[in-house]
């Protein structure tokens, strides 16, 4: 997205979520930034919130871990799941992101599962939403499809079955 400021317009990389809210809300929208610099580039990245932008910084922290890699990350759901999928050492959840394979993903588990447990319970929710991902890919949805559709879920809907049925609901209107 390019935002304008008097004139000048900066790039901000940010993931599938934050423009679609961007396009609900007609382009009004607070975005929290984190600025990456490199020897031939300065690149700004956006977030919704700031725990998203927090656990970005976070996964740039890991060796092997990019911008690109960490916001590639954040897309596949919401903060709390993928807390609980790294605490976990849910390494299959992380290789799902494009750019991550078995050994990154290992990397992530080794260097911040203990940062991520804190303060979590219940890796049964995880296993929920694994599980629906997994339900409606099955389904012949691809899995940024299914991701989305998850992510649009309403947090207080439990239960993979419960997830799964409003997941497809989402889809059917988007169809």
């Given at each position: 997205?390019?935002?304008?400021?008097?004139?000048?317009?900066?790039?901000?990389?940010?993931?599938p979520e934050t423009l679609r809210k961007i396009t609900q809300n007609d382009g009004k929208i607070k975005i929290f930034?984190?600025?990456y610099v490199r020897e031939d580039a300065m690149d700004l990245y956006g977030f919704l919130t700031l725990a998203e932008m927090e656990l970005f910084e976070t996964l740039k922290g890991v060796s092997g871990v990019g911008?690109?890699?960490?916001?590639?990350?954040?897309?596949?759901?919401?903060?709390?799941?993928?807390?609980?999928?790294?605490?976990?050492?849910?390494?299959?959840?992380l290789t799902?992101?494009?750019?991550i394979g078995?050994?990154?993903a290992e990397?992530?588990?080794?260097?911040?599962r203990e940062k991520m447990g804190k303060g979590l319970e219940g890796s049964e929710e995880f296993r929920h939403?694994?599980?629906?991902?997994?339900?409606?890919?099955?389904?012949?949805?691809?899995?940024?499809?299914?991701?989305e559709a998850l992510n649009k879920v309403p947090s207080e809907v439990k239960?993979?079955?419960?997830?799964?049925?409003?997941?497809?609901?989402i889809l059917g209107k988007a169809r």
């Open positions: 997205m390019i935002v304008d400021v008097n004139g000048v317009g900066y790039k901000i990389f940010v993931g930034t984190s600025l911008p690109r890699t960490a916001l590639g990350v954040l897309s596949v759901g919401p903060v709390d799941t993928l807390k609980r999928a790294i605490a976990g050492g849910e390494t299959a959840y799902k992101v494009s750019g078995r050994k990154t990397r992530i588990v080794i260097e911040l939403e694994e599980d629906a991902l997994d339900a409606l890919h099955s389904l012949g949805y691809s899995l940024r499809e299914a991701r239960g993979a079955s419960d997830r799964i049925k409003s997941a497809l609901n």
